[in-house]
């Protein structure tokens, strides 16, 4: 009994570190909705919360993070966004002691995130509404032009940076009859790229169209937008909407002088 007694306080010091106690208890912590980042010395940082009690130092790979106390026991911390995984050192004060623990963490965005790692992300505004659904035509129309195109309009004004889109000729043509004071306007941002018109005159059914119609939706709304926006002419079709296409419409788009199509996914 007494060589029992022995061994396990002998194993009792042999599993007490040197430098501080160690914890076995788990950080959980809860990223902030909608995320939040920022750039600190060139790298992303997420912001987190994390809860607990007296945390004098958490690391990452060996690098101090940034910890912000808050109230009920909760800190706000600055985790790195992007990058390999690793461990998380969590340094605890309890009375006079360190406690020490570590925890596996791997970033939100793995270090390898392909070709986007030196790449650029576009993001593409523009806007969607039939010309008749949730409402008659003329309340539709009255909606697309008051409520959409023109507040474009003003926002590209505000923000030169700004760019627009809209799906087709007929939404165009609504707005410089609804709006012809703004028909300067129209032009100039058309002339500038801060606002795209799609080249189809609406956004063709395959299923429901002849072919001679369909060919008439691209000649109608380039030559409309020829005509009306002197120097002007539209290279892309946009399906924001309509389903169902065929894998021969790119074709008929090219041979009609429409270079792309811009199709969802």
Known sequence: MSKILLMLICFGFLITPLSGNTSEEMLVLSYNKPYKYEIINGSYKVSAII??????????NGDALTIQKLENDKFKILLPLIGEPGYLQITQKVGENDIVSKQFFEPLIPADWDYFGEGKIHVISSSHQDIAWMDTPDVCRHERVNDIVIPALDLIEKEPEF?????????LIEAFEDSPENKQRYIDTYKSGNFEWGATFTQPYEGLESSEQLVRQSYFGRRWIKKN????????AYNIDVPGRSLQVPQLFKKSGIDYLLFPG
């Open 163 to 171: 760019k627009f889109e809209m799906e087709q000729t007929l939404n």
């Open 229 to 236: 926006l002197p120097g002007m002419d539209a290279k892309v």
């Open 51 to 60: 809860k607990g009690k007296d945390f004098s130092e958490i690391s990452f």
